[in-house]
């Protein structure tokens, strides 16, 4: 039986290649490592608050933006 791991959303991706950065360039700016961007990415990986806090930080979007969370005034739980 194969082991499926499914992250969280995520628009890191898409932000990121918006600004032009490459995964390198936003680790650096970031403080992390490439792999952990692409982890991200990939949904492999879920950011810690204050990691997704300061990538959008450096991309200069809300943390919304970050983890795929669509703002359209309605409250929704995670199932």
């Known amino acids: 039986m194969a082991h499926v791991m499914i992250g969280l959303p995520n628009s ?6 918006v600004k032009g950065l490459t995964q390198a360039e936003l680790a650096s700016v970031a403080g992390v490592s490439r792999k952990t961007i692409n982890t991200i990415e990939n949904k492999v990986f879920v ?6 806090l300061t990538l959008a930080k450096v991309l200069d979007v809300s943390i919304h933006d970050i983890l795929g969370w669509k703002n359209d005034g309605e409250k929704r739980c995670l199932q």
């Open 12 to 17: 890191l991706k898409e932000l990121r290649k």
């Open 47 to 52: 950011p810690s608050t204050l990691l997704a």
